[in-house]
Nanobody, 126 residues
């Protein structure tokens, strides 16, 4: 069973940047899709981005396209989310999770992910 720990959250002004990290232990991430999701205050958790096992394929929720970049370093068992041009609407708890199925499963559905981390808070002030 893999354990995931998110870090890198914080408070930033609108227009600023943050880089989130998702560190894995217990199992290598290199054969699994990894996703980032977020839960804003009063809202359900929602998809943000995902990356295939070797990084060939990525997918982004429309509101973050062009601002966020997901990447991975399989040698370090790490996935990152670079967030630029942050907006107050990006305020949320950000979670990473690993795909349930081996291989490049490009699904945005939360039910297709497992081993959720505890989350890291991102707050963007206007």
């Amino acid at each position: 069973q893999v354990q995931l720990v998110e870090s890198g959250g914080g408070v930033v002004q609108a227009g600023g940047s943050l880089r989130l990290s998702c560190a894995a232990s217990g199992r290598t991430l290199g054969s699994y899709t990894v996703g980032w999701f977020r839960q804003a205050p009063g809202k359900d958790r929602a998809f943000v981005a995902l990356i295939s096992p070797v990084g060939t394929n990525t997918d982004y929720e429309d509101s973050v396209k062009g601002r966020f970049t997901i990447s991975r370093e399989n040698a370090k068992n790490m996935v990152r989310l670079q967030m630029n041009s942050l907006e107050p609407e990006d305020t949320a708890i950000y979670y990473c999770a690993v795909g349930k199925i081996f291989g490049p499963v490009l699904s945005r559905r939360q039910a297709d992910f497992t081993s959720w981390g505890q989350g890291t808070q991102v707050t963007v002030s206007s």
